[in-house]
């Protein structure tokens, strides 16, 4: 029998716990549009490289000025899916939980989309490319390990990040429980806490790790930081713990209310990140109001507030989300270097085909959703209940009862939580 996550107890005076999920609202809608938005933050930092030649523009000064202008838009929109991640997890947990149940769930939602990408990439241009040393480690998503470049980015370059999300699915049962139990009036003592830790990290990055060799795509640091500063797991504990402690901290001490004052500060971060030394643009400069803005978002859905990212279409996409962001780097690879042989265009023609770009990533991703993700969860994410078999003498033909042959509900039949998940 497998223990809990987090075993039932009473209230504690004085500490903080998260209600029972039962008794929330379940839809976050807003949260769910927002999903989009950083998964084309994401596109648009992918799209703006010059080694490999994802930027269009042929105009020098446009394509430098676009990518100055996205250069900070992955790292903020990766940071934006782990944080909303870890308060969705902790939002949604069930105490009568398990961890192999946790686990199971986990898994299934991104592995199979992850799978897929993968062949996908290795059929169209990574195959020939390729070692054995580093599709192997990129398959089980354990690639992010290890410090060599050709590695840590291989095949589809952005599930570098799955080995985060899985370093945090492994440790969310563990973390979930001492974080439901700390004290209200420590929690802004540990948010400083896991701020101040993922300073000193780059810190220690910056000036302890060698500056060459530059790594292949032009970044201003080393490989060797690039890996330890930001895709080794995601820095590790201090990313991690930020995934369970983050969500417990901000909303317990109470969450924003202004929407435009979250979005401000979002918008204030990210400026900050492109005026930083390259190091603190990571996460740094932009991980308090990347939280905020994630805490600003939920309270407004849990308000029965309407917003621009409430609405059916934004859900849509942020249901696609990430399909869509497993998909992108693909697509723009492939599309610019083995289908366009990177030509590059004036203004009017980088914008539509950015926008063409988009369009195919946006229909990859929604097939990976409906084929994959979808499917998958269905049939898999939660144990088919047995019935047990009554003797033959015993059945008889009982009235119908009122909801029989009901639908099942997503939950039962194995479906995604009602919450979006990163």
Not at 55 to 80: H, I, T, Y
Not at 228 to 238: D, E, T
Request: hydrophobic share 50%; with cysteine.
């Amino acid at each position: 029998m497998t223990a809990p996550l987090d075993a039932p107890s009473g209230p504690r005076p004085g500490r903080a716990s998260l209600e029972d999920p039962v008794r929330r609202p379940a839809p976050l809608p807003s949260l769910t549009g927002l999903r989009f938005i950083a998964a084309v933050l994401v596109f648009f930092f992918h799209s703006s490289f010059f080694e490999p030649l994802t930027n269009p523009f042929a105009d020098r000064g446009l394509a430098e000025g676009f990518q100055w202008l996205f250069s900070k838009a992955g790292w903020m929109g990766v940071s934006f899916f782990f944080v909303l991640s870890g308060f969705v997890l902790t939002w949604s947990s069930r105490r009568d939980d398990t961890v192999l149940g946790f686990w199971r769930r986990r898994l299934l939602k991104i592995f199979p989309n992850h799978v897929a990408m993968w062949a996908l990439a290795m059929l169209l241009f990574a195959g020939a490319a390729t070692p054995l040393t580093a599709w192997l480690p990129n398959l089980f998503l354990v690639h992010s390990w290890f410090p060599q470049h050709d590695i840590y980015i291989s095949v589809n370059a952005p599930s570098w990040s799955l080995c985060s999300e899985l370093l945090f699915y492994l440790l969310f049962p563990f973390l979930i429980g001492p974080v439901r139990r700390i004290r209200t009036e420590r929690l802004w003592a540990w948010a400083g806490a896991m701020v101040a830790g993922m300073v000193a990290l780059e810190v220690a990055v910056d000036l302890l790790v060698p500056a060459e060799p530059r790594t292949p795509e032009g970044f201003p640091i080393s490989s060797l930081q690039f890996w330890l500063g930001y895709n080794f797991p995601r820095a590790a504990c201090s990313s991690s713990s930020s995934e369970c402690c983050w969500p417990g901290w901000s909303w317990r001490a109470g969450p924003p209310r202004s929407l435009a004052a979250a979005l401000a500060l979002a918008v204030g971060g990210y400026a900050l990140a492109l005026n930083v030394p390259f190091l603190y643009g990571f996460t740094v400069a932009t991980i308090v109001p990347v939280g905020v803005l994630v805490c600003a978002v939920a309270a407004a859905d849990i308000r029965g507030e309407r917003t621009l990212l409430s609405g059916r279409v934004m859900r849509w996409l942020g249901e696609v989300s990430f399909g869509f962001y497993l998909a992108q780097y693909v697509v723009l690879y492939y599309g610019r270097t083995h289908v366009l042989h990177d030509r590059t265009y004036g203004l009017i023609g980088g914008v539509l085909e950015l926008l063409a770009l988009l369009l195919v990533t946006l229909a990859l991703g929604w097939l990976l959703m409906v084929c994959v993700e979808r499917p998958v969860m269905r049939r898999w994410a939660r144990p088919r209940k047995r019935t047990p078999r009554r003797p033959a003498e015993a059945v008889v033909v009982a009235p119908a009862r009122a909801g029989a042959g009901a639908a099942r509900t997503p939950a039962e039949d194995g479906g995604t939580e009602p919450v979006p998940t990163a």
